[in-house]
């Protein structure tokens, strides 16, 4: 399709290329026989750009050609032979762009080159020296750097547009930079030439989308700001730019600017008025002889201004010179300054008044001169782009009275400004008559009132006629708007840049404005006025009109809209804006001919050329011009009348007044871009291979038209009627909403169109380029379905509610004559009688659906099945064919409601009838019945898209369709044709006449209920319709959701799954359901009226009430953790009470029966001080239990009805002992014997509080120092012997645990059911926890894979059974998991706190061994294979390996021995460590202190010293120490230098937590010891216990260990009995021994 050949230029190819073909012919009208040249090329043309008399080419590949009169190089290249510019090879161009007499091009990575004239700068390159750069042969690079930023950064620039004596430059940000010379630029500068780029600052902050240069004028295009952003740039738009200041304002203005600056930015000075400027030098003289075309001949007068621009040989400063023969005075001599005039004058100027003269005298358009001019009829009047017909002043007819050409002696020795040799002619109108002119003109403006030049001009419109000019200096065309980056990233276009997204879509934006900046003289910036502008101004007449794309001529400008609608305004001597319209000075709308678009548009000398939709599918061009064919030497006289550009009024209707199409451009093709320069149009055409090119025309002009069509509807017919303060009564409050509705959606649809294409435009102008994937119908393609979607609905709502009869009426009264033009707009047939059907006009938007289908089918036929671009188009196909053919369907049943609504009209049925309700099927006609109605009875059923409606008389039952189950029943003997319908509260069974019409309501039903829920709409079978649903139903009827709201799941019609059940009265239950029935995991809410505070529950819930483990918040502050069953507290459970600012703090632990604390439990009285661990019986203390209180008292005994009562034994902090027959609590009354530290012992009768005082009666007896132990006095007084046992504590934890694992008791169940339940539980809190962290994510996936459980243990699988309850027991989503944690949990409890005392040490452990015990009965059920505690397992250890501290080796019998405290003690003691070891440090306390105060006091001594008092014998004395690698020798002062790694070792005992552990440490520092003696002992040296311990000892004390005592009596409590005798039971014995001799310093 593309011919993608990258050979040389200079290679032809072998045949032409099909696209980008270019054809360029000389600007005449349809008189002349024009025959547009084709260029032929080895390569498509991407883009093509005409300046004054030259032009550029980019083709494919990045290759730029020059053709035309290059007068920096001196050459003249014919068209058909463009050269090759060889330099830019290489760089990947991708934008080019002429100007008067300048190029610029534009590479890939956004780098700018300019080559040409730069007499003003406008190629961006510096002097040098001192001798300014007049031309420059070559491209050469132009850094746009942006010094604003640190450190400063090169902009990487899209776009380049190019004037006479500027250029502009879009960058990727969206700003505007410019350099050269004149107020053109945009910049707060008065020093020309601006020679290095800078940012054009009054358009920061916006966002540019295009730029474009005329000869002295700029445009932009600009995306329009939101309100809010807007006002940040409202003062700096407005400053000095308005346009609509008074007389007087405009007088105050000035007056007060005394500097010599002026509007166009020249800066004025005194200068000799012969003055020469360094700007005649140059290609000006060569151009001279080739490029003049006439004004050479003697007695013409040149159409220039007696004041010019000097050149600009400083760059600080820029002179005005003034040549003229004529001195106009005022009659009073004095100089001024009219206020209306667009520059200020120099005060010392030899003509006093000549400001006021010019400017009264552009008005004067009533009166006509006569000039001499033997220039050609389109031709310029000069060639220099310095003195131009607007270089300061309009080139009007009464300011051309005052501009005689310059004088020159010779035409060949001295030249004028304008560089070229001009004879002198002075004006044939005398003066005084001008000065008659001036004096009325000066009358009739005292008498206007009006605030700018355009409504003066207007207001004596009698005595005026159109504006007219000379022509201008030919500016390059419009630029062409290249691929985006989505097409090609090689290219960088401004359309990249006009593609502008909205709300981040990717779709152009059409809310934009035209701003402009320049010289105003013909009125091309589009204000109002002929006022120059320094800085860009907004023009306000073209905001909202959606303009997407600007074009300037060399004194005239062009706006092209999304309505495919023309704006042109500034000089239009020729016709080239396209109208007649006055004022010039603002844009007017080009008179277009029915039927055509305008897509494209660009702008040359004098002319225009437009690119539009025709009649058929290729594209056609207007011309807008001089209509007459030119002459070659004139008189004046012939001249004057011949030409369309004439000054006389009553001449100026002699060209053509609107755009006129050229016949033969349907011969060139599919023309994508045209171009226009000086006298020259091109345009860019692509050949139609396999229909490609054409299907991409073709659905771009259907979208344009498309586009045009619904702005139409929308100005005439919506907006009016929207707009109409009778709307509301004429269609009713419901309709009148939906019709709002139905504008605001035809308003986004239409946007959406409009914005299409405008892309499509884009896409066209580059269609070579672009990749057909990028078309947005495919990557937009679920935007556009959504938007026709939503409009469907919109429309299809108001049409059911009958909103079209109102409306149709409405229309008649608000239009009027104007139904014709509506009748045009329907593009359906119409009735006979000529109406408006507004139905049919407002549903044929849905036809484009099928258009964009069709054109998607044929550009797929252009590539292979097997290509992306294929399956990318013919998806998108499906799509658009898809979606027409369910808005169709969707039309016809809204057609079909509206007749049944319109058929069924009535006060019961109204009630029925919503917007969004279509009616399926209903039973007029008896075909379908309730069973077992009665004979006489009425049933009618109608079966809408949201419900099914059973009517019954007056009586509606409506059932909706989310909560509705349609079952078919088999045939029985009674032959009915059954449907039985489910609903959540009812059911019933309707019966049909026959099994057609049953299997038809079934399909129905079933497709309608699919439909409703968001399933297919078609193709569903009976009785296929899914069971499981998510649905919203509001209860009714009697029981325990009687007013709830449900939303969430069901399961033939009841509530089944996840959801939530709100009341009326506040009541919330969130979370799973089972069978109607609240069942799994739920949260619920229970408001509390008398609190004013809700309760809250997050857990468990079976058969409809609270079962299984949760939390419940009361709203009296309690908070309950623990088991439930059938709704009470029942099992394991916490119960926390009140806060610790009030008197009730509490919190209990333990078991529960039916709500009532009942079994084993710890209640922790805060207020009070006291813990209580024993039996509870319906809510009181009952049984055997041990209370500790704050101040040490320790009391274990028997409770009986809430207090103590029978044998009990008290013991006080000052180890006290108290054992007799308790009443109360603290209340003694009967036998006791009372113990005291000392010894001493009372026995006898007591009676009394302990903490008030006793009273005893029996014998005090002091025992004596030979006196044998009274063994009955000790069982007496002797600890644990009321406690409850350490097995039978917190059996409710275990049983949860069991329960947890599907067992009714402890070991009585399938282990297979056990695993199940683990898996179950895995899974689930894997999908249901979305809080769970990463590491507890994959702790999870980890415990999904099932270990083998059922096969014997070996020592292979064992690590991997132990590796399994590690991960366990990490998570409490694990049952076991759970059991570690809620044990850690009661540990803590029961032994933190008030049960920190020293006495409850023995409970402490025997509680944590009998944990151990259970525990490892259910490790023993989940594997089988697990020998008894302390088995064996007889396979011998694969691998060293095992014999860790987990897996204790038997070495003599080489076989692994496994206990449950080697297996279970490494997971819950590390959690358990802080109270167990805290209370062994309460035991320790008084050895410890007598232990530490020997460390402290053996530790003062030095080593040797040391190692001499502990009998260590010398041989072990180590003689040299290791520094930091270096070797010292230890000295008798030497402290800490001796067996240091031993002494390191051994201080990890403090950072360990097992027994094991531990005693791997010891082992550790055996072996330490060992490897520091072996050098200086024989290597078979052998320890002996009396050499050990000494050496061990000094060890120990070096090692300063905190709380050994404790540590040791953990080690020896809890150590596993399998290692007691071996060789660490040896080893801890040493360490043992040693902790004693500390002690006894005195044995030492």
Same mark, same amino acid.
């Given at each position: 399709m593309e011919n993608r050949d990258e050979s040389p230029a200079d290679e032809p190819a072998p045949t032409p290329p099909e696209q980008g073909l270019f054809h360029i012919w000389q600007s005449a009208g349809p008189s002349a026989q024009l025959c547009p040249e084709r260029v032929l090329l080895s390569r498509p043309v991407l883009q093509a750009t005409l300046g004054e008399n030259h032009g550029l080419l980019l083709t494919q590949g990045g290759q730029v050609y020059s053709f035309g009169e290059l007068l920096w190089r001196d050459l003249s290249i014919p068209v058909s032979a463009p050269v090759l510019e060889v330099s830019l090879l290489g760089k990947t161009v991708v934008r080019v762009a002429a100007g008067g007499f300048h190029c610029g091009a534009l590479s890939e990575q956004g780098n700018v080159y300019m080559w040409g004239e730069n007499t003003a700068g406008q190629c961006g390159q510096t002097e040098r020296g001192t001798i300014t750069n007049i031309t420059v042969p070559e491209p050469c690079p132009v850094t746009v750097v942006d010094s604003e930023v640190v450190p400063p950064a090169v902009v990487r620039v899209v776009d380049l547009a190019l004037g006479r004596e500027h250029s502009l430059a879009l960058s990727a940000r969206n700003e505007v930079w410019a350099w050269g010379s004149g107020c053109q630029l945009g910049l707060v500068t008065n020093t020309f030439p601006v020679w290095r780029p800078q940012k054009v600052e009054h358009l920061a902050g916006r966002h540019v989308i295009q730029v474009a240069c005329g000869a002295y004028h700029s445009l932009a295009l600009v995306r329009s700001l939101t309100p809010q952003n807007s006002q940040n740039l409202t003062e700096k738009r407005e400053r000095g730019q308005s346009p609509h200041y008074s007389v007087t304002e405009r007088e105050e203005l000035f007056a007060v600017d005394a500097g010599h600056y002026c509007p166009l930015g020249v800066e004025l000075n005194e200068v000799m008025t012969g003055e020469t400027s360094p700007r005649t030098r140059g290609p000006r003289r060569k151009f001279q002889s080739r490029g003049r075309s006439a004004g050479s001949s003697p007695g013409s007068a040149a159409g220039s201004c007696p004041f010019s621009e000097n050149g600009k040989s400083n760059t600080k400063q820029t002179n005005l010179s003034v040549g003229h023969t004529h001195p106009l005075t005022d009659t009073d001599g004095s100089p001024k300054s009219h206020p209306l005039s667009g520059w200020e004058a120099n005060k010392n100027s030899t003509f006093p008044d000549e400001m006021e003269l010019q400017n009264l005298l552009q008005k004067l358009s009533t009166h006509s001169f006569e000039m001499r001019h033997t220039t050609g009829p389109g031709d310029t009047d000069s060639l220099s782009s310095y003195t131009s017909d607007d270089s300061c002043v309009s080139s009007t007819p009464s300011t051309d009275l005052l501009t005689s050409s310059y004088k020159e002696d010779s035409p060949i020795k001295s030249q004028n400004n304008n560089g070229v040799a001009v004879p002198y002619s002075s004006s044939p109108v005398c003066l005084e008559e001008v000065r008659l002119c001036l004096e009325a003109e000066k009358q009739t403006l005292q008498g206007q009132k009006s605030s700018s030049l355009t409504n003066i001009n207007q207001k004596g419109r009698a005595a005026t006629n159109r504006r007219r000019s000379l022509p201008g200096i030919p500016t390059r065309g419009s630029p062409r708007q290249l691929r985006s980056c989505a097409c090609r990233p090689s290219s960088v276009g401004w359309s990249q840049v006009a593609a502008a997204e909205e709300a981040g879509d990717g779709l152009p934006s059409l809310e934009t404005e035209v701003w402009s900046w320049g010289r105003g003289s013909e009125g091309q910036l589009g204000h109002g006025d002929q006022l120059a502008r320094l800085q860009p101004l907004c023009i306000k007449s073209l905001t909202g009109e959606e303009v997407i794309k600007v074009a300037t001529g060399s004194h005239h400008s062009l706006a092209l809209t999304a309505h495919c609608q023309v704006y042109s305004w500034g000089s239009n001597m020729c016709g080239q804006l396209g109208h007649v319209n006055s004022p010039v000075t603002v844009p007017q709308q080009a008179k277009l001919s029915d039927g055509l678009r305008v897509w494209d548009v660009s702008a040359g000398q004098s002319h225009s050329l437009l690119l539009a939709d025709g009649d058929c599918v290729q594209p056609v061009l207007l011309y807008c011009g001089q209509q007459h064919e030119p002459t070659s030497a004139p008189s004046p006289r012939s001249h004057q009348s011949q030409s369309s550009c004439q000054r006389s009024p009553n001449r100026a209707e002699s060209y053509t007044v609107r755009p006129t199409l050229l016949p033969f451009c349907m011969e060139m093709g599919y023309i994508s871009t045209v171009c226009s320069g000086g006298q020259s149009c091109a345009v860019l055409a692509d050949q139609n291979v396999m229909g490609f090119i054409s299907a991409i025309h073709e659905l771009a002009s259907r979208e344009r038209q498309f586009y045009c069509w619904s702005s139409t509807v929308t100005e005439r017919l919506l907006t009016p009627l929207r707009n109409r303060e009778s709307v509301c009564p004429s269609l009713g409050e419901p309709?009148?909403?939906?019709?709002?509705?139905?504008?605001?959606?035809?308003?986004?649809?239409?946007?959406?169109?409009?914005?299409?294409?405008?892309?499509?435009?884009?896409?066209?102008?580059?269609?070579?380029?672009?990749?057909?994937?990028?078309?947005?119908?495919?990557?937009?393609?679920?935007?556009? *379905?959504?938007?026709?979607?939503?409009?469907?609905?919109?429309?299809?709502?108001?049409?059911?509610?009958?909103?079209?009869?109102?409306?149709?009426?409405?229309?008649?009264?608000?239009?009027?004559?104007?139904?014709?033009?509506?009748?045009?707009?329907?593009?359906?047939?119409?009735?006979?009688?000529?109406?408006?059907?507004?139905?049919?006009? *407002?549903?044929?938007?849905?036809?484009?659906?099928?258009?964009?289908?069709?054109? *998607?089918?044929?550009?797929?036929?252009?590539?292979?099945?097997?290509?992306? =671009? $294929?399956?990318?188009?013919?998806?998108? %196909?499906?799509?658009?064919?898809?979606?027409?053919?369910?808005?169709?369907?969707k039309k016809k049943e809204a057609e079909t409601t509206f007749l049944f609504w319109k058929t069924h009209s009535g006060k019961t049925t109204e009630v029925l009838r919503l917007p969004q309700r279509r009616v399926v099927c209903e039973s007029s006609n008896r075909s379908l019945t309730l069973q077992n109605a009665g004979r006489f009875s009425n049933h009618w059923f109608i079966l809408f898209n949201d419900t099914l409606v059973h009517t019954q008389f007056s009586t509606h039952h409506v059932y909706p369709l989310t909560g509705l189950w349609a079952k078919p029943l088999t045939e029985d003997s009674s032959g009915l044709y059954a449907i039985k319908i489910t609903c959540p509260e009812e059911s019933f069974t309707l019966v049909a006449s026959t099994p057609q019409e049953k299997n038809k309501w079934l399909r129905s039903i079933n497709q309608a209920v699919d439909q409703v829920l968001g399933g297919a709409s078609q193709g569903s079978s009976p009785g296929m319709t899914a069971m499981s649903r998510t649905a919203s139903y509001?209860?009714?009827? =009697?029981?325990?959701?009687?007013?709830?709201?449900?939303?969430?799941?069901?399961?033939?019609?009841?509530?089944?799954?996840?959801?939530?059940?709100?009341?009326?009265?506040?009541?919330?239950?969130?979370?799973?359901?089972?069978?109607?029935?609240?069942?799994?995991?739920?949260?619920?809410?229970?408001?509390?009226?008398?609190?004013?505070?809700?309760?809250?529950?997050?857990?468990?819930?079976?058969?409809?009430?609270?079962?299984?483990?949760?939390?419940?918040?009361?709203?009296?502050? =309690?908070?309950?953790?623990?088991?439930?069953?059938? !709704?009470?507290?029942?099992? $394991?459970?916490?119960?926390?009470?009140?806060?610790?600012?009030?008197?009730?703090?509490?919190?209990?632990?333990?078991?529960?029966?039916?709500?009532?604390?009942?079994? $084993?439990?710890?209640?922790?009285?805060?207020?009070?001080?006291?813990?209580?661990?024993? #039996?509870?019986?319906?809510?009181?203390?009952? !049984?055997?239990?041990?209370?500790?209180?704050?101040?040490?008292?320790?009391?274990?005994?028997?409770?009986?009805?809430?207090?103590? %009562?029978?044998?009990?034994?008290?013991?006080?902090?000052?180890?006290?002992?108290?054992?007799?027959?308790?009443?109360?609590?603290?209340?003694?009354?009967?036998? !006791?014997?009372?113990?005291?530290?000392?010894?001493?012992?009372?026995?006898?009768?007591?009676?009394?509080?302990?903490?008030?005082?006793?009273?005893?009666?029996?014998?005090?007896?002091?025992?004596?120092?030979?006196?044998?132990?009274?063994?009955?006095?000790?069982?007496?007084?002797?600890?644990?012997?009321?406690?409850?046992?350490?097995?039978?504590?917190?059996?409710?934890?275990?049983?949860?645990?069991?329960?947890?694992?599907?067992?009714?008791?402890?070991?009585?169940?399938?282990?297979?059911?056990?695993?199940?339940?683990?898996?179950?539980?895995?899974?689930?809190?894997?999908?249901?926890?979305p809080d769970l962290s990463r590491s507890q994510r994959k702790v999870l996936e980890c415990l999904e894979i099932i270990p083998q459980h059922g096969e014997p243990v070996t020592t292979a699988n064992y690590d991997n059974i132990r590796r399994y309850l590690i991960k366990a027991c990490e998570t409490p989503h694990h049952p076991l998991g759970w059991l570690v944690e809620t044990l850690v949990t009661a540990y803590?409890?029961?032994?933190?706190?008030?049960?920190?005392?020293?006495?409850?040490?023995? @409970?402490?452990?025997?509680?944590?061994?009998? $944990? *151990?015990? @259970?525990?490892?009965?259910?490790?023993?059920?989940?594997?089988?294979?697990?020998?008894?505690?302390? !088995?064996?397992?007889?396979?011998?250890?694969?691998?060293? +390996?095992?014999?860790?501290?987990?897996?204790?080796?038997?070495?003599?019998?080489?076989?692994?021995?496994?206990?449950?405290? +080697?297996?279970?003690?490494? #997971?819950?003691?590390?959690?358990?460590?802080?109270?167990?070891?805290?209370?062994? %440090?309460?035991?320790?306390?008084?050895?410890e202190t007598q232990y530490w105060e020997r460390i402290l006091r053996l530790n003062k001594q030095p080593d040797k010293s040391l190692l001499s008092f502990l009998g260590v014998q010398e041989k072990f004395w180590p003689v040299w120490m290791s520094i930091l690698g270096e070797k010292k020798q230890i000295v008798s002062s030497s402290k800490d230098a001796c067996f240091v790694s031993a002494v390191e070792t051994l201080q990890q005992i403090s950072t360990t937590f097992t027994p094991s552990d531990k005693l791997l440490v010891i082992q550790k520092t055996f072996e330490e010891l060992t490897q520091e003696v072996k050098p200086m002992l024989n290597s078979n040296f052998l320890w002996c216990m009396d050499d050990l311990l000494p050496l061990f000892l000094y060890v120990v004390l070096r090692a300063r260990i905190r709380n050994l005592g404790a540590e040791v009596s953990l080690i020896e409590d809890l150590m596993d009995p399998n290692v007691q005798h071996g060789e660490m039971g040896l080893m801890f014995t040493t360490l043992k021994a040693c902790y004693i001799q500390i002690q006894h310093e005195s044995a030492l």
């Open positions: 309709c009148t909403h939906l019709f709002f509705s139905l504008c605001e959606s035809f308003v986004r649809l239409s946007l959406l169109i409009g914005r299409h294409s405008t892309s499509l435009s884009y896409f066209l102008h580059d269609v070579q380029g672009c990749d057909v994937t990028s078309l947005p119908l495919l990557t937009h393609a679920e935007h556009f *379905l959504d938007i026709y979607k939503e409009y469907c609905s919109s429309l299809g709502d108001f049409h059911v509610m009958g909103g079209f009869r109102s409306l149709h009426k409405l229309s008649l009264e608000c239009l009027g004559s104007q139904q014709t033009m509506l009748a045009q707009l329907c593009v359906s047939d119409q009735s006979v009688s000529g109406d408006v059907d507004l139905v049919s006009l *407002l549903y044929w938007p849905l036809q484009q659906l099928h258009q964009y289908s069709r054109v *998607l089918l044929k550009l797929a036929a252009c590539y292979d099945v097997l290509t992306t =671009e $294929y399956q990318s188009l013919h998806q998108g %196909c499906g799509q658009y064919d898809s979606l027409s053919l369910s808005l169709l369907r509001t209860f009714t009827g =009697e029981g325990r959701f009687k007013d709830g709201q449900y939303t969430g799941s069901w399961l033939a019609g009841r509530v089944h799954g996840r959801g939530t059940m709100k009341w009326p009265d506040g009541r919330t239950y969130s979370g799973n359901f089972k069978k109607g029935q609240e069942d799994g995991y739920g949260e619920c809410i229970i408001p509390n009226k008398v609190l004013k505070k809700p309760d809250s529950y997050q857990g468990y819930w079976r058969d409809g009430k609270i079962h299984g483990f949760g939390k419940y918040k009361y709203a009296n502050g =309690e908070v309950y953790e623990g088991c439930f069953c059938d !709704g009470q507290r029942h099992g $394991y459970g916490m119960l926390s009470s009140g806060r610790l600012t009030k008197n009730s703090s509490s919190v209990f632990i333990g078991q529960w029966v039916h709500d009532r604390k009942t079994g $084993y439990g710890v209640y922790d009285d805060i207020t009070r001080g006291e813990k209580y661990m024993g #039996q509870w019986l319906e809510e009181q203390r009952h !049984g055997s239990a041990v209370v500790v209180t704050q101040c040490g008292v320790y009391f274990e005994g028997t409770f009986r009805d809430n207090k103590m %009562c029978g044998p009990g034994l008290l013991m006080s902090d000052d180890d006290t002992v108290l054992h007799g027959e308790f009443s109360d609590d603290w209340t003694v009354n009967g036998k !006791g014997v009372l113990s005291q530290a000392n010894g001493d012992c009372l026995q006898g009768m007591f009676s009394g509080e302990w903490t008030t005082g006793l009273k005893v009666v029996g014998t005090y007896t002091k025992p004596a120092a030979d006196e044998p132990e009274n063994k009955e006095r000790n069982s007496l007084l002797r600890l644990g012997q009321y406690m409850v046992p350490a097995g039978q504590r917190w059996l409710c934890v275990f049983d949860e645990c069991w329960s947890r694992l599907g067992c009714d008791a402890p070991g009585r169940g399938e282990r297979t059911v056990a695993w199940d339940n683990i898996a179950v539980t895995i899974t689930t809190a894997r999908r249901q926890s803590r409890m029961t032994y933190v706190g008030v049960g920190s005392n020293r006495r409850l040490l023995s @409970h402490a452990v025997q509680e944590l061994l009998a $944990y *151990l015990t @259970h525990f490892y009965s259910i490790i023993r059920f989940l594997f089988s294979g697990l020998p008894d505690d302390g !088995g064996i397992i007889p396979d011998p250890p694969a691998s060293p +390996s095992q014999s860790g501290h987990n897996s204790n080796i038997a070495e003599q019998y080489s076989v692994v021995v496994v206990s449950c405290s +080697s297996l279970l003690l490494p #997971q819950l003691l590390p959690r358990l460590y802080p109270p167990l070891f805290t209370l062994y %440090c309460l035991q320790e306390e008084q050895k």
